[in-house]
């Protein structure tokens, strides 16, 4: 399967601690996007990048949260300082055209 | 300002019946119009789309319809069957952007 995979699929973690997301995009697509869905929601806009480069950032997008793409291939995305709020889905998707996205699987972190 | 709204949140149907899921949008810039169909524990999968140079587009049992100037788009699904039974969001990017702004989906019950 050539698809966008996202790891660990699931996290729960304390109050307090830093969690770090993994996303591999579908290896020709240089656009990666983060979403955070929760229950309930469609998915919201977190951050966009094109290759390496960070484009675009939602106002969502804490002092808390980071995220990174390197070398242009995967990409992380770093919650500091966890809050019960930030549970949710984390969806990572992408693409070749700037159109259609493709989703990975998500990732459910659970902050207790 | 940028918003998609989404009716109706629930949605039952019988087996073999159609079924159709509407959207609004803010955004008079936006000019790409995706569906996509999300099954419990999996991410969003696109399922249709439309650019703005069209009205209408069909993919067997299902159809999306663009009317720019009202600013809305509909999915249509005919002869339903219990596999199309998912959550369904409709999306819209902001225009001069890269965020894609999701409705808020819509449950779809297809009762066999």
């Known amino acids: 399967d050539t698809g966008v995979s996202q790891d660990p699929r699931h996290k729960i973690t304390k109050r307090g601690q830093n969690v770090t997301f993994r996303c591999d995009p579908i290896s020709e697509h240089n656009r990666l996007y983060w979403y955070r869905q929760t229950l309930g929601q469609g998915p919201e806009f977190l951050t966009y990048f094109q290759n390496e480069a960070q484009l675009e950032k939602s106002r969502l997008l804490s002092d808390r949260f980071s995220a990174e793409r390197p070398k242009g291939s995967f990409s992380t995305l770093e919650i500091q300082r966890t809050e019960q709020g930030d549970s949710a889905m984390y969806l990572c998707a992408s693409s070749f055209t700037g159109y259609e996205q493709y989703f990975g699987p998500g990732t459910r972190l659970t902050v207790t | 300002g940028e918003n998609v709204e989404q009716h109706p949140s629930t949605l039952s149907v019988q087996e073999g019946d159609s079924a159709v899921i509407k959207c609004t949008y803010s955004d008079s810039a936006s000019n790409y119009f995706p569906w996509y169909k999300q099954e419990l524990g999996k991410g969003p999968q696109l399922i249709i789309d439309?650019?703005?140079?069209?009205g209408e587009k069909k993919d067997q049992r299902i159809a999306v319809t663009l009317n720019k100037t009202a600013k809305h788009f509909s999915l249509h699904i005919t002869e339903t069957q219990p596999e199309d039974s998912a959550v369904y969001f409709c999306?819209?990017?902001?225009?001069?952007?890269?965020?894609?702004?999701f409705g808020a989906g819509t449950r779809l019950f297809v009762k066999a």
């Open positions: 999306a819209a990017p902001r225009g001069g952007g890269f965020k894609t702004i």
């Open positions: 439309i650019r703005s140079n069209v």
